[in-house]
């Protein structure tokens, strides 16, 4: 394990989101860490590589909060700067090319076909984290986006369940616990 790698891009990502160029704030920062923590849950169950799928997560969402006019196709542009980011490590191109794969398909807005357990694992960490992460998502609705009380409910709920739908057949059987109890929160 690149534990260098790993920490250099923890304090890389950090910087990042701590920037006003970041319109997502530090909340964006908490949600990259709850898929972190989520993918090194994962990746032993899915039979994933845990280097590359720590390094995807870490990685997977550097275009949106480095800029926010790549959000759309941040997934794109990420996988790009990936490449360059861990070529100035010496990092593995093989390897290079694996958390690419990870980075463009970690949406689960974006329709694509996850071929690899590491694909499957950062996709699903990646949704999944929101619930790790309910407080951002109230800050979004109440503060950001300044929804009323039903309204931003509304959204946290519709978001929360969403993100679930989007989980593979084990994902969505490995979190069913955690979803049922996050949405009795919420009535």
Request: with cysteine.
């Amino acid at each position: 394990m690149r534990e260098d790698i790993l920490e250099n891009l923890q304090r890389e990502i950090y910087d990042r989101c701590q920037k006003p160029t970041n319109q997502f704030g530090m909340g964006c920062y908490y949600h990259i860490t709850a898929v972190v923590k989520n993918v090194e849950i994962l990746a032993e169950k899915y039979g994933a590589d845990k280097e590359i799928v720590m390094i995807a997560a870490w990685l997977h969402d550097i275009a949106s909060i480095t800029d926010h006019r790549l959000y759309e196709l941040h997934h794109l542009h990420g996988a790009e700067m990936a490449y360059h980011i861990l070529k100035e490590y010496g990092y593995d191109d093989k390897k290079i090319s694996l958390v690419q794969k990870c980075i463009r398909n970690h949406r689960g807005s974006v329709s694509s076909e996850k071929i690899s357990p590491e694909e499957l694992c950062v996709a699903d960490a990646d949704a999944i984290s929101h619930f790790d992460s309910v407080p951002s998502l109230l800050y979004l609705a109440y503060v950001q986006k300044e929804m009323g009380m039903e309204e931003g409910k509304t959204f946290v709920k519709d978001k929360l369940t969403r993100s679930f739908q989007k989980l593979s057949a084990e994902g969505k059987k490995h979190y069913r616990d955690k979803f049922e109890k996050v949405m009795e929160v919420f009535g």
